[in-house]
């Protein structure tokens, strides 16, 4: 049986919970500061077809611009490596 232990020694299970925790800061972003997927493409410096990959799931950004992304989002780039 596949449960949560073995997926998590998948890089697919990182990947998407990371893309997972993009869509949610962008999201709640957009929610608290009442603006658009052009509006906040604007903030960001892309277009609105890449806030919409964003949102999607269909992001997979460099480190470089995960962390242009989370400062724009005014968020701390922030990653863990567990013992």
Same mark, same amino acid.
């Given at each position: #049986?596949?449960?949560?232990? @073995?997926?998590?020694?998948?890089? /697919?299970?990182?990947? %998407?919970?990371?893309?997972? @925790? +993009? =869509?949610? $800061? $962008?999201? &709640? *972003? #957009? %929610? %608290?500061?009442? +603006? ?9 410096? /892309?277009?609105?077809?890449? /806030? &919409? ?5 269909? *992001?997979?950004?460099? #480190?470089?611009?995960? +962390? ?9 780039? =922030? +990653? &863990?490596?567990?013992?």
């Amino acid at each position: #049986m596949y449960n949560l232990e @073995d997926a998590k020694k998948s890089p /697919v299970y990182w990947e %998407e919970k990371l893309r997972n @925790d +993009i =869509f949610l $800061a $962008a999201h &709640s *972003y #957009m %929610e %608290e500061k009442k +603006i658009n997927q052009t509006q906040l493409g604007k903030k960001l410096g /892309v277009g609105r077809s890449r /806030v &919409s990959q964003i949102l999607n799931g269909n *992001y997979n950004p460099s #480190m470089k611009k995960f +962390i242009e992304l989370c400062l724009a989002l005014e968020k701390e780039p =922030f +990653i &863990s490596i567990g013992a």
